[in-house]
């Protein structure tokens, strides 16, 4: 009987050199790699679905818990991170609308002063000079009214930054939302 396995065995062997020294020939090095380690992955599982020993289930169980705290540390360190930049663009935002803020009265006074200008430039025909105060100076009306173009560009500068951020903000908030649902699951996950 030892001779028949012995034999049985050196056939087996035998044949499998001649399978895989084909499907190395035929299909090349990287594929026959792939083809052995597909069978070794199936053959772990099936072996795997077969064990019901609650040692080898207690170690597949210790090696999960071994994972979460570095999993719960990165998602703690990237929700960290993402609500140092949600404050960042919080503290831009409110400089953008306090520029803005700051821009509008600047108009609120300077345009009605530069209309009133305009109004006496051309009551002297064009030809006088006309001036105008603003912030206790006073300066010429194309001074003037250089100036009001550049707080208008500045206030809709700003505008555009307040709104740029107030969009980023409210995606980086959902971002922030999900992370921390992601950290509370992988918490429950661990102490049960």
Same mark, same amino acid.
């Given at each position: 009987m030892i001779k028949t396995l012995f034999k049985f065995g050196a056939i087996a062997a035998v044949g499998i050199g001649v399978l895989g020294g084909g499907a190395l020939l035929l299909a090349g090095p990287h594929r026959t790699k792939a083809v052995i380690h597909k069978f070794h992955d199936?053959?772990?599982e099936r072996i795997d679905e077969?064990?019901?020993?609650?040692t080898a289930l207690r170690s597949q169980l210790q090696e999960l818990e071994r994972e979460y705290p570095e999993r719960i540390a990165q998602v703690r360190?990237?929700?960290?991170?993402?609500?140092?930049?949600i404050r960042?663009?919080?503290?831009?935002?409110?400089?953008? $609308?306090? %520029? =803005?803020?700051?821009?509008?009265?600047?108009?609120?006074?300077?345009?009605?002063?530069?209309?009133?200008? +305009?109004? &006496?430039?051309?009551?002297?025909?064009? $030809?006088? %000079? =006309?001036?105008?105060s603003f912030d206790e100076r006073v300066t010429t009306f194309?001074?003037?009214?250089?100036? +009001?173009? &550049?707080?208008?560009?500045?206030?809709?500068?700003?505008?555009?930054?307040a709104a740029d951020a107030q969009h980023d903000l409210a995606y980086m908030r959902q971002q922030a939302d999900r992370l921390q649902e992601l950290l509370l699951q992988l918490e429950d996950e661990r102490a049960q």
């Open positions: 199936d053959v772990l077969c064990i019901d020993d609650p360190g990237d929700l960290a991170e993402l609500n140092e930049q960042q663009l919080e503290r831009e935002r409110a400089i953008s $609308d306090r %520029v =803005v803020a700051m821009a509008e009265d600047d108009l609120a006074k300077l345009e009605p002063q530069l209309g009133e200008a +305009v109004a &006496r430039k051309a009551g002297t025909g064009g $030809d006088g %000079v =006309v001036l105008v194309d001074r003037a009214r250089a100036q +009001v173009q &550049r707080i208008r560009n500045t206030r809709l500068a700003y505008g555009n930054r």
